[in-house]
């Protein structure tokens, strides 16, 4: 249990037959799926990761903030106080919110919560398995905090494909910035650029050296270990690898893998591994490594890890990172998606043949770095995404949204001159259940990581150069591991597949923070044309209202 709920209110957090309040209409819970309560205080607090005092966002005076430990098909009530001095918006990356964008907390379909004012959100991990992250949505936030692990774990009666792990730990690691989310947001705002990190923290904290660190996580020797690895920084690449141990890769993004082992792993940003670890070394002290990739001035940070009785500190001798993003693209093509294995549901995850789809609408998506009246913007397809005051999916909703926004702004192909930028809010219209394919290019110098709200997708083909269709002929359309966020390598293209069977308003975003916030992503709407209850719920009640929607009459609820 997570939160400040005591005595018998924390007893509450038992499996439990309950009608549920659910997006504005009573939900029978079925097959008495638990409700998990939380209660968060969101504060300033001083942080130093790296040694040097930051104003920094605590979750109930944690940072990193508190873990969410859930199983397949729970449901989470988290009820979320702003004690900041301006708004706040939280959002659970990779998980789906089937039918239930509206629990999604991104700009474009919440309002923030305003300072000292309080949200619930009221969602369910339906149909998934597996280790993410939540984190904040507004102005440069994450910086500082604000940020957790959410793990889901698999239900009882479905198999894993592995024993199950003495201990399971997650590890949050990031790039840090000691200037401060305000200072960060200021250089934006002024069209500038923010640099290079100053320097990476795991799980909030980096270890000194001098023998007093207090170990991260402990293991004893002959048992196995589960690590939940997630980048939940905000613009650079890691590469995470522990002395003298390997990693047996098991998940990644709420899929089970073919378990390779590795020495070390790059993760993105928005990414998450899971990964085995064997003590089987002599018992003393190691460390977990984390390293800045494809930067000019490589960055590298530790944690420890103790055997229990162990005796000895942990040499300074750390494993070498690998060099070069060609090393990378080679590593994301040894990831492949256990097709045998269970993930949340009884039937092996490769019982759905996605390679035998026929594609309906293949959208290739460019970015690009302009300036607009002398200041940054990041693009896409020539249009730099502005948010607008009233959430896109609340003005769809109340029938407004011609007022608010236009659909496909952009075109399905970046347009010949991409170097013209103009600034609007970017929504797609895309068919209920159309099979999609959608190309990232990527013609800068700089990695790219795009995260898809609502959905997983499969990542099916990543290569350097210019995507053109007969790189379909290079496909992998057997076992492709589903996720939810990928990477684009420089002067490279990653395409991914999906069918955008979910309704709602879902948003297609950078994880590099600071090309989201000056305008690197968009939304997918999809609307079913039944409007009815069995595609998407109704707006919830006590849902917060802004922009033009505020003090507007609710429209009629779908029936059935």
């Known amino acids: 249990m997570v939160g400040g709920r005591k005595g018998k209110e924390m007893a509450r957090l038992t499996l439990i037959s309950m009608l549920f309040l659910w997006a504005g209409s009573m939900l029978m819970v ?13 504060t300033y607090g001083t942080i130093a990761p790296l040694g040097v005092p930051v104003k920094g966002i605590l979750i109930n005076g944690q940072f990193p903030g508190p ?6 098909n729970n449901n989470i009530v988290i009820n979320v106080f702003n004690n900041l001095d301006e708004p706040f918006l939280v959002t659970w990356n990779g998980i789906q919110h089937r039918k239930n964008s509206w629990q999604d907390g991104v700009l474009g379909t919440n309002c923030p919560i305003p300072r000292g004012k309080n949200y619930t959100y009221k969602f369910q991990v339906k149909d998934q398995i597996g280790s993410y992250i939540y984190y904040p949505v507004t102005a440069m936030h994450k910086a500082v905090g604000g940020f957790g692990g959410l793990r889901v774990n698999s239900r009882l009666l479905i198999p894993v494909p592995y024993a199950d792990p003495a201990d399971d730990y997650t590890l949050l690691v990031g790039d840090f910035f000691n200037k401060g989310h305000t200072s960060l947001k200021k250089i934006l705002d002024s069209g500038r650029n923010l640099g290079r990190c100053d320097g990476v923290h795991l799980n909030g904290k980096v270890a000194k050296g001098d023998g007093k660190d207090e170990p991260l996580f402990t293991m004893e020797a002959g048992k196995t270990y589960k690590y939940r690895i ?23 993004e709420g899929s089970h893998t073919m378990q390779n082992d590795y020495d070390s792993l790059d993760v993105h940003v928005g990414q998450c591994f899971s990964v085995l670890v064997t003590a089987n070394q002599e018992p ?7 390293s800045t990739r494809f930067t000019k001035r490589e960055v590298t940070a530790t944690g420890i890890i103790r055997y229990k ?18 090393w990378s693209l080679n590593q994301f093509r040894t990831f492949r998606w256990n097709l045998t294995s269970n993930a949340a549901r009884p039937n092996p995850q490769g019982s759905y043949k ?10 290739k998506l460019a970015n690009t770095a302009q300036r607009v009246d002398g200041k940054l913007r990041y693009a896409l397809n020539g249009v730099s995404y502005v948010e607008p005051t009233t959430p896109l999916k609340l003005a769809e909703y109340y029938g407004v949204a011609d007022k608010v926004f236009k659909y496909d702004t952009i ?4 347009p010949s001159d991409n170097t013209k930028v103009t600034l609007a809010p970017i929504v797609l219209n895309m068919t209920h259940r159309n099979f999609v394919e959608i190309i990232f290019e990527n013609h800068e110098t700089a990695i790219q990581s795009y995260h898809l709200s609502g959905y997983s997708f499969f990542a099916v083909g990543m290569d350097v150069g210019k995507w053109s269709p007969e790189k379909r002929m290079n496909y992998n359309l057997l076992d492709a591991v589903s996720r939810h966020t990928i990477q684009v390598f420089p002067n490279s293209w990653s395409a991914i597949l999906l069918t955008f069977d979910n309704c709602g308003m879902w948003n297609l975003r950078s994880e590099t923070w600071d090309r989201h916030y000056l305008g690197q992503q968009l939304y997918a709407s999809v609307i079913s044309p039944n409007r009815s209850l069995k595609d998407e719920y109704n707006l919830p009640e006590g849902v917060l209202t802004c922009g033009i929607v505020q003090g507007m009459p609710r429209p009629p609820p779908f029936s059935s």
Request: negative net charge; aromatic residues 10%; proline residues 9%.
């Open 67 to 72: 873990n969410i430990n859930s199983t397949t």
């Open 284 to 290: 003393r002290d190691y460390y977990v490594v984390a």
């Open 411 to 414: 075109p399905d192909e970046p």
């Open 354 to 363: 996605y390679g035998s789809i026929n594609i309906t609408r293949t959208i």
């Open 309 to 326: 009785n162990g005796k000895g500190a942990a040499s300074s001798e750390l494993p070498p990172p690998p060099v070069g993003w060609a």
């Open 30 to 42: 079925q097959g008495g799926d638990p409700t998990l309560f939380f209660e968060w205080n969101v």
């Open 230 to 252: 997630c980048n939940t920084g905000i613009k650079t690449s890691l590469n995470v690898r522990f002395q003298g141990h390997t990693m047996k890769l098991v998940e990644m």
